[in-house]
T-cell receptor, first 113, second 113 residues
Framework: DTEVTQTPKHLVMGMTNKKSLKCEQHMGHRAMYWYKQKAKKPPELMFVYSYEKLSINESVPSRFSPECPNSSLLNLHLHALQPEDSALYLC????????????FGPGTRLLVL | QKEVEQNSGPLSVPEGAIASLNCTYSDRVSQSFFWYRQYSGKSPELIMSIYSNGDKEDGRFTAQLNKASQYVSLLIRDSQPSDSATYLCAVNFGGGGADGLTFGKGTHLIIQP
């Protein structure tokens, strides 16, 4: 089983709202990732968690705040977003923390008004 | 600078023919290489991973890696209309710890019935 789940599937928010994206995997993977994908562009790495610790932050604005409460769960807290933040947000997990294969969830499509 | 280059296409191939997708990358010491398929509006789906020089076959798919030339390719035999999608080449440039993937821009493949 290589399932990564993400909720919600779709999200519309205003620029003053606070919302959270959730990602879950029960495969025992120890690395989890957030990517952002704009239309007709490839996914771009935002954050990496390894063994529940933030190991990579790709210079993401502070209005995006990741959290890893336990080894199965990854959250992305959103606050004061801009319309240009509208995108598909993808979560992935990997069974290894050294170049292991990453499995993607279905994504959350975010629209910021 | 870590870069992954792909021809964005579209690449049009008749049904039943072989589709050949190519990718080059910038860092000679990279260890992990992946091909993902992405249908419009969906998340990336892993097709193949390859770590060593040579060929790796899985059903109708063959990945080829040449580290000396910094080149990785994907062959799809007996192409089907359902293979029409964007194919993303991804490289893990990291040498230690959890690392994200760097994606090429993707090749849009069209299989003509």
């Amino acid at each position: 089983d290589t399932e990564v789940t993400q909720t919600p599937k779709h999200l519309v928010m205003g620029m003053t709202n606070k919302k959270s994206l959730k990602c879950e995997q029960h495969m025992g993977h120890r690395a989890m990732y957030w990517y952002k994908q704009k239309a007709k562009k490839p996914p771009e790495l935002m954050f990496v968690y390894s063994y529940e610790k933030l190991s990579i932050n790709e210079s993401v604005p502070s209005r995006f705040s990741p959290e890893c409460p336990n080894s199965s769960l990854l959250n992305l807290h959103l606050h004061a977003l801009q319309p240009e933040d509208s995108a598909l947000y993808l979560c992935a997990s990997s069974p290894e923390d050294r170049g292991g294969t990453q499995y993607f969830g279905p994504g959350t499509r975010l629209l910021v008004l | 600078q870590k870069e992954v280059e792909q021809n964005s296409g579209p690449l049009s191939v008749p049904e039943g023919a072989i589709a050949s997708l190519n990718c080059t990358y910038s860092d000679r010491v990279s260890q992990s290489f992946f091909w993902y398929r992405q249908y419009s509006g969906k998340s990336p789906e892993l097709i193949m991973s390859i770590y060593s020089n040579g060929d790796k076959e899985d059903g109708r798919f063959t990945a080829q890696l040449n580290k000396a030339s910094q080149y990785v390719s994907l062959l799809i035999r007996d192409s089907q209309p359902s293979d029409s999608a964007t194919y993303l080449c991804a490289v893990n440039f990291g040498g230690g710890g959890a690392d994200g993937l760097t994606f090429g821009k993707g090749t849009h493949l069209i299989i003509q019935p």
